[in-house]
Every structure is written in C-alpha cells, then in structure tokens.
C-alpha cells in the first residue's frame, strides 16, 4: 500500500508557510511551541477572545475604509 503526501498549491500553500512562520516566531519571542505551552484552557480561551477582538477592530476599520473610498468615489 502507497501512501501519498498532499501538498498543497496556492491559497492554501501560502497560509501553510504564513502558520510555519508564525510559529516560528512564536517559538522565538515564548521560546516554546503552543503545544508545549502550559497555559491552562481558560488562558487559552480568553487569549482567543482577545485575537477575535482584534480581529473585528481590523475588519471594522477596512470596512470604513471601503465607506470612505465609495463615499469618495460617489459624492
């Protein structure tokens, strides 16, 4: 029986590397991987929050942006 190795193309090669670097840098600046981290699963949680806070922070400011560029573009 072969087993086969999918590698991905495009889009999802790009996120691929984007998550290996970002662990990287994770590993330099905590000096450890999440999995090895010891933070408890609230830590974890309200360290997620806190990413999809900023997460809408950053979409909310694009969408003013757009606003802005139709309200330009319009008037």
């Not at 990287?24 to 609230?42: C, D, F, H």
């Not at 830590?43 to 757009?66: F, G, P, S």
Request: glycine share 6%.
């Amino acid at each position: 029986m072969t087993i086969g190795v999918f590698m991905p193309e495009g889009t999802e090669a790009r996120i691929c590397t984007e998550i290996a670097a970002r662990q990287q840098m994770g590993i330099n600046k905590y000096g450890t991987t999440v999995a090895e981290n010891p933070l408890s699963l609230r830590e974890w949680l309200v360290h997620a929050k806190e990413e999809a806070l900023d997460q809408a922070i950053y979409l909310q400011r694009a969408i003013e942006e757009i606003d802005a560029q139709e309200a330009r573009r319009h008037g």
